[in-house]
């Protein structure tokens, strides 16, 4: 991934309105060159209108694209070196595969000089479909059908890929499969990608970066696991993955001594209603006795039986997930998520690390 040159793409304070709905707002983002990039997000967070920009299918109501450095306002979409996947791979039936990989030549030579044909048969060994140049579309998989698709979208050679939910049509085993054959293939052209996905666990398998959005905007971009470990807000804490949210009142911050397990840390305690709960802070934090604040804590970081942190809550009920069961626990009326490999009943204390604790709002 280059990280000195000018952002492969970069959307600079790009608004996009309809009428009274404002689909992207003030939105500004940068993606490297060769960087997996992934838009995640609930339904009709602009995901989808953000990548129409980025092709040239729509054009920003304020606000610039560029590619590169050059803005590429008032370019159409063919002439922006991009290819695009849809969530309906659209293949034409009448056309064998090898004609539809073919048709992504239609208006530009093959990149390296090369007959149309050995291109095709490039594309079709890339997306682990040699041999299948004769079939007709219609007798292939839906993943077959997908990296079709793809193989006709790269076939100019175009400097970024767009793809935009390419797998929702897909069952979830395939999939699964699918996303890792995306990776690869990326990571072999070393193409900038970028990828609008709903499925926060897709957006984190396969990106190197990850923009969470929400109402037009994102709230997040940041590596997979500080996406997970930091969300930066609840919004995100709860988007992605299942999440504690907790929220009181810090009535002491408390260094801990050395005899203690996280000695030398700073804690904040945290009275939710009448409990009280110890917090990790930064070391630098100026958090102070009287300060409200919002923090969460993930499912697998609950511990059963904890001695300490203590809180005693309620089995309510319990889905088994194969590796794991996630639990539902009642605590005074609130609902908390807990994964244990063998999943408690009755009443539990559960506990957790000060350190397992991640702050997401704090106010004064
Ligand atoms: P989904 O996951 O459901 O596809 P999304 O995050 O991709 O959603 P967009 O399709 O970008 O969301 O839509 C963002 C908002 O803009 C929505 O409220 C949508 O109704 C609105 N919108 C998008 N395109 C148009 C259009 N052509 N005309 C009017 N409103 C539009």
Redesign the pocket.
């Known amino acids: 991934m280059n990280r000195t040159g000018p952002p492969a793409v970069e959307l600079d304070g790009v608004t996009?309105r309809?009428?009274e709905?404002?689909?992207?707002d003030d939105l500004s983002l940068a993606v490297r060159e060769g960087e997996f990039f992934t838009?995640v997000?609930?339904?009709?967070?602009?995901?989808?209108?953000?990548?129409?920009l980025i092709a040239g299918f729509?054009d920003p109501t304020q606000g610039e694209v560029r590619f590169s450095g050059e803005s590429v306002t008032g370019v159409p979409p063919e002439d922006r070196d991009v290819g695009v996947v849809f969530?309906n791979y659209a293949l034409f039936p009448h056309m064998t595969v090898g004609e539809n990989v073919a048709y992504g030549l239609s208006f530009t030579d093959p990149p390296g000089g090369g007959s149309a044909e050995a291109r095709v048969r490039e594309l079709l060994e890339l997306v682990d479909l040699g041999g299948m140049a004769d079939r007709d579309p219609d007798t292939l998989s839906g993943g077959q059908q997908q990296r079709v698709a793809m193989a006709r979208a790269l076939a100019p050679g175009p400097d970024v890929l767009l793809l935009?939910?390419p797998m929702s049509a897909l069952d979830a085993k395939l999939r699964e499969r699918l996303r890792v054959q995306v990776r690869e293939i990326q990571q072999e052209l070393g193409i900038t990608t970028i990828y609008?996905t709903?499925d926060q666990e897709e957006a984190l398998a396969v990106s190197d970066r990850v923009a969470v959005?929400r109402d037009?905007t994102p709230e997040q971009v940041a590596p997979p696991r500080t996406i997970y470990r930091e969300p930066a807000t609840e919004f995100v804490a709860t988007f992605v993955g299942d999440n504690n949210v907790l929220s009181g009142e810090v009535t002491a911050v408390r260094s801990t001594d050395a005899a203690d397990a996280d000695s030398g840390q700073t804690i904040a305690d945290v009275t939710v209603d009448s409990t009280t709960l110890p917090v990790a802070l930064e070391a630098d934090s100026d958090l102070s006795s009287g300060d409200r604040l919002t923090f969460c804590v993930r499912p697998e970081r609950l511990a059963v039986d904890a001695d300490r942190n203590a809180l005693t809550a309620t089995v309510t009920s319990a889905e088994f997930l194969g590796e794991t069961t996630r639990v539902h626990l009642d605590w005074d009326g609130r609902e908390l998520l807990l994964r244990a490999e063998d999943p408690p009943t009755g009443t539990v204390t559960v506990g957790f690390a000060p350190t397992d604790a991640h702050i997401v709002d704090r106010r004064s």
């Open positions: 996009r309809y009428g709905t404002t689909a992207v838009l997000g609930p339904s009709g967070c602009g995901k989808t209108t953000t990548l129409r729509e969530q935009d939910e609008v709903h959005m037009g």
